[in-house]
């Protein structure tokens, strides 16, 4: 089924500025749109417009083909709340605030001349991944080895930082040891195309402390 023809908000021509914008960003020109034509949306309807102009960010992870509805309810809600964005309940539908008033003009006026800039992170979530696959690559960002190479502090990494990345300690039985190294290659082997940062400090930690995986892997 083509899926422009359930389309409530969105021109085809609008499709590709519209897919650029950040969910928070495309709920308020949903929402600010559906004022003007004089369209109410319930929240599934809100999120289903989402999931028809953007479904690699608004679908369910590994399941492109049905829409996530927690992933933008969750915004509404944080806009409704403490951001003070928008008004109105599930009953009465959602309604911009003088705040994101504002904020619409310009989205819609961007749009419309088709200047929007990309706002993809390459942190953003793979929805063609499940959760747990993804958690294992997200914890290799938050290592001091990924930090510090990140912001070009590569005279302070240490032995310690090569045995973080990796999960492991001087202490750590060598069967185990060789099962974690194993496992976080492969995961730096999937992500090394979309994080060149993690490419990079992988080759240059084994560079630098190989012999430690030497040491480590030596039966006693």
Same mark, same amino acid.
């Not at 302070?156 to 090569?162: C, F, G, I, K, Q």
């Given at each position: 089924m083509d899926k422009l023809v359930r389309l409530k908000l969105a021109s085809e021509i609008q499709i590709e500025q519209l897919k650029k914008l950040s969910t928070e960003n495309l709920i308020i020109w949903i929402i600010g749109k559906s004022e003007i034509d004089k369209i109410k949306l319930t929240i599934e309807e809100i999120t289903i417009e989402c999931w028809l102009i953007n479904p690699q960010k608004h679908s369910m992870r590994c399941y492109e083909q049905f829409p996530d509805t927690g992933v933008v309810t969750k915004r509404v809600y944080e806009m409704k709340g403490k951001k003070g964005m928008l008004n109105g309940t599930i009953r009465s539908g959602f309604f911009l605030t003088e705040i994101s008033k504002s904020k $619409?003009?310009? +989205?819609? *006026? =961007? &749009? !419309? $001349? %088709? &200047? +929007?800039? !990309? *706002?993809? *992170?390459? $942190? *953003?979530?793979d929805r063609s991944l499940s959760s747990i696959d993804e958690a294992p690559y997200k914890r290799l960002r938050r290592t001091p080895a990924y930090l510090k190479f990140e912001k070009n502090r590569i005279s /302070? =990494? &240490? /032995?310690?930082?090569?045995l973080y990345f990796y999960g492991i300690t001087w202490h750590t039985k060598p069967s185990i040891v060789q099962n974690k190294i194993k496992n976080i290659d492969s995961i730096v082997d999937r992500f090394a195309k979309k994080d060149i940062i993690l490419k !990079?400090?992988?080759?240059? =930690?084994?560079?630098? $402390? %190989?012999? &430690?995986k030497e040491k480590l892997l030596k039966t006693n």
């Open positions: $619409f003009a310009d +989205i819609d *006026s =961007l &749009v !419309n $001349f %088709g &200047v +929007i800039l !990309n *706002s993809k *992170s390459k $942190f *953003s979530a /302070e =990494l &240490v /032995e310690t930082d090569y !990079n400090i992988h080759i240059f =930690l084994n560079d630098k $402390f %190989g012999y &430690v």
